[in-house]
């Protein structure tokens, strides 16, 4: 029987998630763009304010349906209704950014139930600049009891992107055979 | 009635036209499209930053089911609960999209609160100074 997985992109203003989805969607991504006044936070000229949309047919009859989260914090309810029924996340984060573990943070919390599923990956931006390591994120992520995977990625390329959602994948249909065999 | 400000602007003064036509309305936001608020009024209190935010979300997605159904590109959001409304109209400002909200009571009547949001809008339009950039 072929599934529908839900599956959301957050992170920062800038960390490229209008960019991931529109590199792997089947068909021209759904937009809410606006013009970005936030020059000071980010110097692109549009921004997400309700949420991108696409989606990716899988062989055998399985359907991606990706949901692109708004970066700023102002708009955390669009977090929470697009987080119903999601089956995990991917954080993209910006390496360029002042304090891009921090930022990991917001978006851990912000999607918690996901995080703590193990049913979340992290895709790292400008991985080689800034100086916060692959390995930094991921012993952040140890510590604080996540087995997500760290991965560096550029966005704008497509097998990036689909890297990552493979990634997702595997968390989530790990997840769901770990329940399965527990039930008694 | 309006927040601290030294000097009203000409959308404070479109915001008080509003609320002097209905008295049926509660709050009114002017946000940029992106969601940061520029203006208010309210005959109470309202979470003006938050709603700018859903204003601009809102208003972002009804545009984008409009678009996706050929429908146009700009357009309103109606929503009618149990105690009041909540009306979100696109301000076509060039250079930076302005979005109005405005939360009527349960008792105001749905025709005269488009009519007055969208001479609000007029308003605000005709008092906007270009600000030369194209979205």
Redesign the interface.
Known sequence: MSREYKLLFAGPMGAGKTTAIGAISDHAP?????????LAQHSKT??T???DYGEVALDGGDRLRLYGM?G?S??D??WKVASEGALGVVLLADNTRPDPLADLAVYVEAFRPLADADAMVIGIGRSQQGTTSIDDYAHWLSERGHAAPVFSVDVRRRDDVLLLLEALLSQIETRELFATSSQP | MFADTPMPTPYDSALQSLFNQLPDIHSAVLA?????EIAQATRGTVAA??LA??A???L??G??ALR?LGLGSSGSVLIEGQRGKLLLLDVPVD???LVLAVVGSDSVITGSLLWVARDCVRQIVETTPNQG?T?
């Open positions: 759904i937009a809410t763009e606006a013009l970005n006044s936030d549009h921004t304010v309700g949420f708004p700023q102002r708009f309810f669009v | 940029r499209s992106d969601g940061f930053a938050r935010a859903l601009s979300s809102m972002a997605l545009t984008a996706e250079g930076q999209p950039i979205s």
